[in-house]
């Protein structure tokens, strides 16, 4: 259970600081020539990363 919630957490980060990382390994590959991910799917990323540790912390964390 530990380890999970340190990945979670590790992933939650490294997803609001580094958005554009999600979208080259799920979307940049299929893509050929210079193709980035739009502003919005930037903000959308990292709030709901935010939305959802925030979440972990509050409703899963305390259970630790």
Do not use: C, H, Q
Request: without cysteine.
């Amino acid at each position: 259970m530990v380890g999970f919630a340190i990945l979670f957490i590790a992933l939650s980060l490294i997803n609001i600081f580094f958005p554009s990382l999600g979208w080259y390994t799920r979307y940049g590959w299929m893509v050929k020539g210079d193709s980035e991910p739009s502003k919005a799917y930037l903000v959308i990323s990292r709030v709901s990363s935010i939305i959802m540790l925030l979440l972990f912390f509050i409703f899963f964390f305390p259970m630790l």
